[in-house]
């Protein structure tokens, strides 16, 4: 992508997967003396604006954090709130991915979710499955651990039915047992209002991304943060712990 600065042309480097953790729903609210639900509300039309944005921008998949495994602890009603903002969430999308052609994907032990939020998310993620525009994975009931040990599971099982031998397993085939089996790592992950730590989000396919904190509130989060926080990608030296070729 090419940008106009002043007179110059800066050419930006965009980076294939950025994964967001979309945080200060809650203070946002407090700010303005809302409710914590009227947060997660103005949450959730930031999540459908930045896919716009990063699309447009060049970013091929996005993944958001929306639920993870710790979520459950919040109060029954946040609980409720958020289950019906991804009930209404998915229910929407599937006219928008038709539209946008993005493609959805959702990662996480939905197991546990209510079966017509199970049904929705089947439904979007069947029928936007062909689509080729931006690849969107929600987070749902998620947890990096929790991930791992369902990985480790599967592959405890396919080992047992013979399907898989310890000679075989590497990273390669380990990334083939998460739920994010066949998308790249994400190069870049950003989170917002000022929290500086991951909170289990990605802890194996982040292991080398570029990580990106801004105090911005998540609802506050628009087109021109995203770019900043590509830029900050921009100056960073990308090694994977070799040396970089001149
Ligand atoms: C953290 O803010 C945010 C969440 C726990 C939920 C994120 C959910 C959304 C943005 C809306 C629904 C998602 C989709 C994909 C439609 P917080 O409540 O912890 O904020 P606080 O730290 O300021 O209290």
Known sequence: MARKKKDETVELKVPEHVAIIM???????????????????????????ICDDAWSLGIKYLTVYAFSTENWKRS??????????????????????????????????????DEDLRHSIEELTRESAGNTGLCFTVAL??????????????????????????SEVSEETISQYLDTAGMPDPDLVIRTSGEIRLSNFLPWQSAYSELYFTDVLWPDFDKKELIKAIEYYNKKDRRFGGRNEE
């Open 76 to 113: 029954d009603s946040e609980v409720a709130t958020l289950m019906d903002l991804l009930r209404k969430y998915m229910k929407n999308c599937l006219e928008r991915s038709r539209k946008n052609n993005m493609k959805v994907c959702v990662i996480g032990d939905v197991t546990r979710l």
């Open 23 to 49: 945080d200060g729903n809650g203070r946002w609210a407090k700010k303005r003396f809302l409710p914590r639900s009227a947060g997660h509300s103005a949450g959730s039309r930031t999540v459908e604006q």
């Open 141 to 166: 009931n998620y947890g990096g651990r929790d991930e791992l040990v369902r990985a480790f599971k599967k592959m405890m099982a396919d080992a047992q039915s013979g399907r898989i031998s310890e």
